[in-house]
């Protein structure tokens, strides 16, 4: 069964700073996607990762995938307060039809 | 459309009882899928539909549970003889058939089982 591991589980940063937020799958697959979830909330979905070397950013979040290392990143630009949630990756495999989802990196950013 | 909706969003029920959770799909999404959330990890797979056809459940799916999808729009999600394992928060999503289609969830219903 296909193993995704990120890492690390819990991040805990000043305002300002960067930093990366790692995901490994153990299969091969060309389709990544990265959520947010806020506490008790359900998830939000920030990127769509579909080709080896996509590169995605949206605001301080960048969003990469190598699919030769079976690795996606998530990168943190000068952390707001706004970014504390955790972080979800989710692979699926083609043809299964269905997400495999990492444990989730807890980010808090520190005012 | 207002997106993936679920009804309802907390349950709170004693051991033994029997539960039943909707999922409305965003309309023009064929496939609905079933996730299971317990604090702290990461959601895990349930079950998938294709329209009205459930084409895959997880092993996690024991007898006690069972989902429909009747007519290819809403699902139903039923827990029979509730246990205090089954306490997580069950997470519906839908998507459009396609390699590159992404899901959107919905909010979710936190079930406690006491």
Redesign the interface.
């Known amino acids: 069964e296909l193993k ?1 591991e990120q890492n690390p589980l819990f991040l805990s940063m000043q305002e300002g700073k960067n930093y990366t937020i790692y995901c490994n799958y153990s299969t091969t697959s060309d ?1 990544l ?1 990265w ?1 947010r979830q806020d506490p ?6 920030l990127f ?1 990762l ?1 080709s080896n070397g996509a590169v995605k950013q949206e605001g301080r979040l960048m969003a990469s995938l190598d699919t030769k290392a079976r690795l996606s990143t998530l990168h943190i630009t000068a952390a707001v307060h706004d970014l504390s949630a955790t972080y ?1 990756c ?1 692979v699926i495999v ?1 043809n299964f ?8 990196t807890k980010l808090n950013v520190k005012p | 459309d207002t997106g993936v909706s679920q009804d309802p969003r907390h349950k709170i029920t004693k051991r033994g009882q029997n539960v039943t959770f909707r999922c409305d799909p965003i309309s023009e999404h064929n496939r609905l899928y079933w996730y299971r959330q317990t604090l702290g990890q990461g959601p895990e797979f349930l079950t998938y539909f294709q329209n009205e056809a459930q084409l895959e459940k997880s092993r996690l799916l024991s007898d006690r549970f069972s989902a429909e999808r009747p007519k290819g729009s809403f699902s139903t999600l039923e827990i029979q003889r509730t246990e205090q394992g089954d306490s997580a928060m069950y997470l519906c999503a839908s998507s459009e058939t396609g390699s590159n289609t992404e899901a959107f969830f919905g909010q979710g219903t936190r079930l406690t089982v006491v």
């Open positions: 995704v389709r996607y959520y008790g909330k359900s998830l939000e979905s769509v579909l979800f989710a083609f039809n269905k997400f495999y989802f990492g444990s989730g």
